[in-house]
């Protein structure tokens, strides 16, 4: 016969079938440690392409970021920026006030005012301003028409783009003392209203404004969640006998939970900034009784009063309970069995 049918010995047999696995075991593991994970060199090796493209945005945002930290010692000084044309040079050579500036500070009327009014925002923009993207993105989602659903969106997501100086004017040609609103109330035998000029309904208004201009972005976020559900689960829902409010209780909200979580944690570690530059503009109309939250705080004692020290204190006191309420936050997400921001 031309081909040979004469098995080949046991010994010999286990050893060639042997010697690829036992080859190809050593050299994996060349690259892996005894628990089975691959090395921190030769995950460096594997990433480095990678780890080379972060490299500019690691430098802006130590730059911009992380090293103006650094700058946080005025609150703990006296300090004067005329003493010296470099910041540095001046920073050194103020004096030393320890913690006078907090003394000052927890002494001040105004900044416990300020602190009230910023905690008052905050939760009135919890309540009314963060619920209103989740609605908005379960109706638009539930649109049939594709042609419908793109254009509801592009009209709610479009005030995002305005700057809160149009959005202001817009709001005051609609509430204001001339505004259409008030028109018609005279117009109809009853006195003209000026919502914008009225200290008490103030916390309202911004919470209406940030609303108008900002859930369209929100929008984004939650419809890209949606996008990612699996439809089998709707299907299995409506066989089940599910109507439209059920599937959207069982399924959706569901679905929604972990980015509804992620993004109720930033917005608490925002709790502490509730619009600079949308309450600067309106800060002389109601007056800052009203109207002074610790970011304008900051700004009128820092940059219109040139205590810097001062403002600095305010800044480093808001950094830090800003910190605390994302840690807390993010905690009680993890106890809720969602990751947060980051996981454990």
């Not at 972060?54 to 911009?64: D, N, S």
């Not at 989602?141 to 009209?155: E, K, L």
């Not at 829902?237 to 569901?254: E, I, Q």
């Not at 800052?288 to 700004?299: M, N, R």
Request: aromatic fraction near 10%; hydrophobic fraction near 50%; proline fraction near 5%.
């Amino acid at each position: 016969m031309s081909h040979s049918t004469v098995p080949r010995s046991r010994p010999e047999a286990e050893k060639t079938d042997r010697t690829p696995a036992a080859s190809g075991g050593a050299t994996g593991s060349a690259g892996r440690r005894s628990s089975g994970k691959l090395s921190l060199r030769t995950r460096f090796r594997r990433d480095r392409v990678l780890l080379l493209m972060t490299l500019p945005a690691v430098a802006l945002v130590l730059l911009f970021n992380y090293l103006p930290i650094l700058g946080n010692v005025v609150a703990f000084q006296d300090y004067d920026p005329y003493i010296s044309d470099n910041g540095v040079v001046s920073i050194l050579n103020s004096p030393w006030v320890g913690l006078e500036n907090f003394q000052r500070l927890f002494e001040d009327s105004a900044f416990w005012e300020a602190v009230q009014n910023t905690l008052v925002l905050f939760f009135l923009q919890l309540v009314l301003y963060f619920p209103i993207p989740i609605g908005l993105a379960l109706l638009i989602n539930s649109v049939v028409r594709p042609r419908v659903r793109a254009v509801s969106q592009a009209i709610l997501y479009l005030p995002h783009f305005f700057s809160w100086v149009l959005v202001i004017a817009v709001f005051q040609q609609l509430f204001g003392g001339a505004g259409i609103l008030s028109q018609l109330l005279r117009q109809n035998g009853y006195d003209g209203i000026d919502i914008m000029t009225d200290p008490e309904t103030f916390k309202f208004l911004i919470t209406a404004q940030s609303v108008w201009k900002d859930a369209g972005w929100g929008i984004i976020v939650f419809l890209a969640a949606l996008a990612s559900v699996n439809p089998d689960l709707y299907e299995a829902a409506a066989m089940d006998g599910a109507n439209r409010w059920r599937r959207m209780w069982h399924v959706t909200l569901p679905a929604l939970r972990p980015v509804i979580a992620l993004l109720l944690v930033l917005r608490v570690g925002d709790a502490l900034t509730v619009g600079f530059e949308q309450i600067l503009l309106q800060r002389d109309a109601v007056g800052p009784g009203a109207s002074e939250v610790l970011d304008t705080f900051v700004w009128w004692n820092g940059v219109r009063n040139q205590d810097f020290g001062y403002a600095a204190a305010a800044g480093l006191i808001k950094g830090v309970i800003s910190l605390g309420l994302v840690l807390v936050a993010n905690k009680v997400a993890h106890l809720m069995g969602e990751q947060g921001v980051y996981k454990k």
